[in-house]
């Protein structure tokens, strides 16, 4: 499944601001499919539409005007350009937000500082719906949101990235409350939590996933985690009261089972996230960073409350 914009980008061709209207006009009558052309300059990448190009010319004085004038005069120099890595929904919002008179121009594709190729509205729209429709493959059921295949291929895409955060979220003491209040209720509280971290984790500057249960994950392309992180708990903490009875909310606990078999008092829910960064440490595959998380994570369970541990920082408990 293609899923960066950069794997259905095909090459187009590249004229400078500078070539004459009139080579442009041969070009495109050569090629009767040709959409566009990148204009490349020390400018940046513009872009040079066929139907946009017909028209300037197609006017009253356009042709005997432009055709001997650089086509720098006609370009697009706000064309949508975009890296090789970003994801192609991403990408799909960004070209349906643009003006209606660019809504069906080519999205240029960059790969570092060079120019990689094209990508139509039409093979935009068809690689939408092929992931869609792959994901919806793969999607956990109780929370719609993205399950353990695409998690894996995020993680991979992320490796190379220059900063990256991986927060690993969950709920201590679940069980018990599952337990005491049915199963019913703890899928409630599960996709109450998964509303939640959508708020903080939704946009396209990050990624959320659902593990499995109550392990949820997050990915950020920087390492500053430490305020969302802060903003998740004070949520969850607030939000846990409507799922607690007045008694046990009162008491701060529930009466369950403890690991001697034997009936005793439960901390009520919280939030564990373990957090891990790129910051001091390289990580050559997802397993280091698995391997690195479940290390923090034992540091997080090993406090009781909602709490925040990072392999870059000390554990830090907000409750």
């Not at 969850?236 to 009936?263: A, P």
């Not at 957090?275 to 990580?283: A, C, E, G, M």
């Amino acid at each position: 499944m293609f899923t960066q914009i950069g794997e259905i980008a095909e090459p187009i061709p590249v004229v400078l601001p500078e070539t004459k209207c009139d080579a442009l006009y041969q070009l495109f009558k050569s090629n009767p499919n040709l959409e566009g052309v990148a204009v490349t300059g020390k400018n940046g990448i513009s872009l040079m539409m066929r139907t946009r190009f017909f028209q300037q010319i197609g006017t009253q004085y356009g042709y005997n005007l432009y055709m001997g004038r650089p086509v720098k005069l006609l370009m697009n120099v706000n064309a949508l350009v975009v890296d090789y890595a970003e994801q192609i929904t991403d990408v799909s919002v960004a070209a349906m937000e643009r003006e209606e008179a660019d809504l069906y121009d080519l999205v240029l594709v960059t790969s570092g500082d060079r120019f990689h190729g094209a990508v139509s509205i039409r093979r935009l729209l068809l690689a939408v719906a092929d992931v869609r429709a792959e994901m919806a493959i793969f999607m956990n059921p109780l929370t719609g949101l993205p399950g353990n295949r695409i998690i894996d291929d995020r993680l991979v895409q992320m490796l190379p990235q220059d900063q990256f955060s991986v927060l690993y979220i969950d709920l201590d003491q679940f069980k018990s409350y599952n337990d005491s209040y049915g199963f019913k209720m703890g899928d409630e509280l599960i996709q109450a939590t998964a509303s939640l971290l959508r708020e903080h984790f939704g946009g396209p500057e990050a990624f959320l996933g659902h593990i499995g249960g109550d392990d949820f994950i997050a990915i950020l392309g920087h390492h500053e985690y430490m305020r969302v992180c802060e903003e998740v708990i004070s949520r969850f903490e607030k939000m846990k009261r409507s799922f607690y009875n007045d008694q046990d909310w009162r008491n701060q606990y529930v009466m369950g089972e403890g690991r001697s078999g034997l009936n005793r008092p439960i901390p009520l829910v919280s939030v564990s996230i373990a957090v891990v960064t790129n910051l001091k440490q390289r990580y050559e595959d997802i397993n280091q960073i698995i391997n690195e998380a479940t290390r923090v994570k034992k540091s997080c369970k090993s406090i009781i409350g909602s709490i925040i541990c990072a392999n870059d920082m000390n554990a830090e408990k907000v409750t």
